[in-house]
């Protein structure tokens, strides 16, 4: 079993900068790929970034390519989403998971088997 917790949401201006950590616990953090997604209000719950379990392959969502980077420190079991130029559209709740699948870097929500209660970014213009 596995439990995270987000943490790093807040209110930042159009074109800041946000880091995410996701805090998990249990030994076996390192065997899992890890997911970052987010819900803006009124939408579904989509991808945002992905990264395997060693963190040598990531994957991300069109949207925040080039803008995010979503990393893991498996001492410290924690992963992470640096967001940088951040956009009014990228208000969401943020949610991190974890899949069983270790080396995968899935954007189908349905591998992920984890998951934490979100932290709230907001991004004013």
């Known amino acids: 079993q596995v439990q995270l917790v987000e943490s790093g949401g807040g209110l930042v201006q159009a074109g800041g900068s946000l880091r995410l950590s996701c805090a998990a616990s249990g030994r076996t953090f390192s065997s899992y790929s890890m997911g970052w997604f987010r819900q803006a209000p009124g939408k579904e719950r989509e991808f945002v970034a992905a990264i395997n379990w060693i963190g040598q392959n990531t994957y991300y969502a069109d949207s925040v390519k080039g803008r995010f980077t979503i990393s893991r420190d498996n001492a410290k079991n924690t992963v992470y989403l640096q967001m940088d130029s951040l956009k009014p559209e990228d208000t969401a709740v943020y949610y991190c998971?974890?899949?069983?699948?270790?080396?995968?870097?899935?954007?189908?929500?349905?591998?992920?088997?984890?998951w934490g209660q979100g932290t709230q970014v907001t991004v004013s213009s």
């Open positions: 998971a974890a899949s069983s699948w270790g080396g995968s870097t899935s954007n189908d929500q349905r591998q992920y088997r984890y």
